[in-house]
């Protein structure tokens, strides 16, 4: 097993070179998202680390990348370390979904049932993004429901959130999108 000082500077060499997509610090806690359903359109997903930006910890995670996504009754949720504090995002409802293109997610944790259409698992990670002679999967389209995660960045290309509602929640109200098992 390689120590993930040396893990992190591949994946640094990587980027410099084009090989992985250009990443960001991260904050120093995750944080959640619940959809009633993902259905995205050219899925790949390989091993990364990110690294916070305060302590330089680094953390191994899954990294999924999704070409374009729709996203109902998506929720968001981080909670403020040691307060009864939790932020919320809430979008996708109604049947008129959240949308994103060029979606690439930083996952500690995944939950849901999931359908792969035309799945490739085993494929060299250089080939969707990744580091070679690393392990990655693509498929052409990916549909989960009961969507939980938990992860430690997000971006995209856009991020369309229809009807987006953010509170911030204190004491009782503050509860998270789901409850992490």
Known sequence: MLPATAVAGAIVFGMANGA???SFAVSGQTFKVSA????GEGFRQYGGVVTEKQSGDTHPVAVSGI???KLYDLCQSVKVPNLPVVLTINAGGGGDPATA???LLDVTQLEGDATFTNIDIGVDASDVGGEPGAFGQRS???VITDLKQVAWSTSA???NLK???LKVNVGA????????K
């Open 20 to 22: 992985i997509a250009a």
């Open 36 to 39: 009633s359903k993902l259905e």
């Open 67 to 69: 070409d374009s996504a």
């Open 101 to 103: 293109t060029d979606l």
């Open 140 to 142: 052409e389209k990916v």
């Open 157 to 159: 290309g856009t991020f």
């Open 163 to 165: 009807g987006l509602k």
């Open 173 to 180: 109200d503050a509860k998270e999108c789901f409850v992490t």
